[in-house]
């Protein structure tokens, strides 16, 4: 059971580094957060999109991301509630006054339990990974390696694995470049400018997208 090839794995290690190297709504978020409330709460905002791609991963095993591909209507709702979310969090951004680049890490800032459900709610509110996991990791299944459910998840799992060895660095060099920003109040501010119009950018696009 699970017996691969060496060049499957170097196929699919490669295509998992390409994944989560590729700029997108978890990025944003993640690198938002270790920007704008420091370390800690950067990799509270990782953990909570692996909640949300762990989701994603366990419905392309389970087959039930074949209802959003399928399906029309639930493509759209769970693509607007998604959407509607990103907007929401970059407007928060954009109204804000730069605070939280300045805040002494004692207050203002949003705890690490609210910063992890944000994330699994960017995460699982965008039905373009649940796609994207059932077209991607299906190409990855080996007849007679195992169930097919099972390589699903297995592979799945092992993109979330290539993330703990890219993200957390990210987070590291993005917490140096926020300690800096929490100095100078006015870069702060054009950072949460900045930040605020991506995120309702990305939410725009997630509205806008097709099949």
């Known amino acids: 059971m699970f017996e691969y090839t060496a060049v499957h794995w170097v196929t699919f290690l490669s295509a998992a580094v390409l994944l989560n190297l590729s700029p997108g709504p978890d990025i944003a978020f993640i690198l938002g957060q270790t920007l704008r409330n420091g370390r800690r709460q950067g990799f509270a905002g990782m953990f909570g999109i692996w909640a949300g791609a762990s989701l994603h991963v366990a419905m392309a095993a389970l087959g039930l991301s074949a209802i959003l591909a399928t399906s029309a209507l639930a493509f759209s709702i769970v693509k607007w509630l998604g959407a509607a979310y ?33 994330g699994a709610l960017v995460s699982a509110l965008n039905p373009k990974v649940a796609i994207f996991f059932l077209a991607f990791l299906p190409q990855f299944v080996v007849e007679g390696a195992g169930s097919v459910g099972a390589q699903l998840f297995l592979h799945g799992s092992l993109i979330i694995v290539v993330a703990a060895f890219i993200e957390p660095p990210l987070i590291m060099a993005g917490s140096r470049l926020g300690a800096y920003l929490k100095r100078n109040r006015r870069v702060g501010l054009w950072m949460d400018r900045g930040l605020g119009a991506l995120f309702v950018t990305l939410g725009a696009r997630l509205a806008v997208s097709s099949k």
């Open 86 to 118: 990103l907007i929401w969090l970059g407007i928060g951004m954009l109204l804000s006054r730069g605070d939280s680049f300045i805040s002494d890490g004692q207050s203002g800032n949003p705890s690490t339990h609210s910063i992890f459900w944000q």
